[in-house]
C-alpha cells in the first residue's frame, strides 16, 4: 500500500476514533428531530409490524456488559466505525478486482 | 431521521427497498467502472468518521437534538456512486447492529439520509469539478446541505403518511412543519460541518477527492 494511502487510513481512523469514542460520549440524550415529531404529532406507537434487529452485543450505542457510560459508549464508537470501514474496504477491493478479471489490459475484451 | 422498525407499511418499504436497492446496484456498477485506488481508503474512512459523527447528537431547541446526516458531504467529496455505497453501508450496521432504523425500513432510510443528499453534494461537485464554477463555494454548502436535510425530512414524512403512520387529527401540512421546522436547524448544522469537513479533506487529500474526476472529466470515451 502507497504511503499516501496508509496515511489517509490513519489519520481518518484516530478521528473516526475520536468522535465516535470519545466526543459521542458528550452528545445530547434527548430524542432527535423524527423522534421529537413523531412525539409531538402523538404518533410514537408502531402501526406496522417491523423487524428490528435483536440486541445481541451492542444495546442502543452501548456494548451490553460494559453498560451505559463512557466504555460502554467508547467500544460502540470503535466497534461501528470499523464495521463500517472494514465493510468498505471489502467492497471496494471486490468492485476494483472485477474489471481486471474481465479482461488483461492490452485485450480490450468487452464486445458490447 | 432513522425511521424506526413498524412505521412503515409493506408497499411502501417494499417499494424504497426496491428504489434504493436499485440505486445501490447502479452505484456499485458505476463504481466498478471507475474507481480510483486511492479513493477506496478514503471512502473507508469517510464511512468511519459519518458513522461517528452520527453518534454526536447535539441539541436543537428545547428537548430535541439533531445529529449529522453526512450524504451531502460524501456526495460532494467521492461523488453520488461512493456516497451512495458509504450512506448505504452505515445504515446497514447501524441497523443489523445498533437497533437504530427498522431493517424493514433499510430501503427507505437510505433513500432519505443517502440518495438525495448524496445526489444533491454530487450535483454541487460537478458544478466545481467539470464547469469550474466555484461561486461562494461554502455558501452553497451551507445551504446545500440544509437543502438536502429537509429533502430527505419531508420525503420521511411523507413515506410515514403514507403508511398510516400518522395520527388522523394531524394534517400533512402540519406534520411537515413540525418536521421541517426542526430539521431546518439540524440542516443548518449540517452545512457548517459540511463546510468544515470537505475543507479539510479537500486540503489533506485534494488528489484522492478531485483527482480522477478532474482528469476523466473532457469525455470519457475509451478506444
Request: aromatic content about 6%.
Amino acid at each position: 500500500m502507497s504511503a499516501y494511502n496508509r496515511n489517509t487510513l490513519i489519520v481518518g481512523v484516530a478521528v473516526a476514533l475520536a468522535v465516535g469514542g470519545i466526543v459521542s460520549y458528550f452528545a445530547s440524550d434527548k430524542p432527535d428531530g423524527l423522534e421529537k415529531t413523531q412525539e409531538d404529532l402523538a404518533a410514537a406507537e408502531p402501526a406496522h409490524k417491523g423487524l428490528d434487529a435483536p440486541p445481541v452485543a451492542f444495546e442502543q450505542y452501548t456494548l451490553k456488559w460494559l453498560g451505559e457510560g463512557f466504555w460502554g459508549n467508547a467500544a460502540a464508537g470503535a466497534v461501528g466505525s470499523m464495521l463500517v470501514m472494514g465493510l468498505l474496504l471489502g467492497l471496494g477491493r471486490l468492485v476494483r478486482r472485477k474489471p481486471a478479471q474481465a479482461g488483461a489490459p492490452e485485450s480490450p475484451a468487452d464486445a458490447t | 431521521m432513522h425511521i424506526a422498525s413498524g412505521f412503515l407499511s409493506p408497499p411502501v418499504w417494499g417499494t424504497m427497498a426496491a428504489v434504493s436497492g436499485a440505486a445501490l446496484a447502479g452505484s456499485l456498477a458505476v463504481a466498478g467502472q471507475r474507481l480510483d485506488e486511492r479513493k477506496v481508503p478514503l471512502m473507508g474512512v469517510m464511512g468511519a468518521f459519518v458513522f461517528a459523527a452520527q453518534m454526536v447528537n447535539f441539541p436543537v431547541l428545547p428537548g430535541t437534538s439533531g445529529h449529522l446526516g453526512g450524504g451531502f458531504m460524501l456526495g460532494i467529496l467521492l461523488g453520488a456512486p461512493l456516497g451512495i455505497i458509504v450512506m448505504a453501508s452505515i445504515l446497514v450496521v447501524q441497523s443489523l447492529v445498533f437497533q437504530d432504523g427498522g431493517i424493514e425500513a433499510l430501503g427507505a432510510n437510505i433513500f432519505c439520509m443517502g440518495v438525495i443528499p448524496c445526489l444533491l453534494g454530487a450535483a454541487i461537485r460537478r458544478l466545481w469539478v467539470r464547469r469550474n464554477v466555484r461561486v461562494l463555494a461554502d455558501v452553497v454548502t451551507v445551504v446545500g446541505g440544509v437543502v438536502g436535510v429537509l429533502a430527505g425530512a419531508t420525503v420521511v414524512i411523507l413515506l410515514l403518511s403514507w403508511s398510516g403512520s400518522l395520527p388522523g387529527s394531524v394534517s400533512l401540512v402540519q406534520a411537515l412543519g413540525v418536521m421541517n421546522l426542526v430539521h431546518l436547524f439540524i440542516g443548518i448544522v449540517e452545512g457548517l460541518v459540511s463546510v468544515a469537513v470537505i475543507r479539510f479533506v479537500v486540503t489533506m487529500r485534494r488528489e484522492a477527492v478531485f483527482g480522477p474526476l478532474a482528469a476523466a472529466a473532457p469525455q470519457e470515451a475509451t478506444p
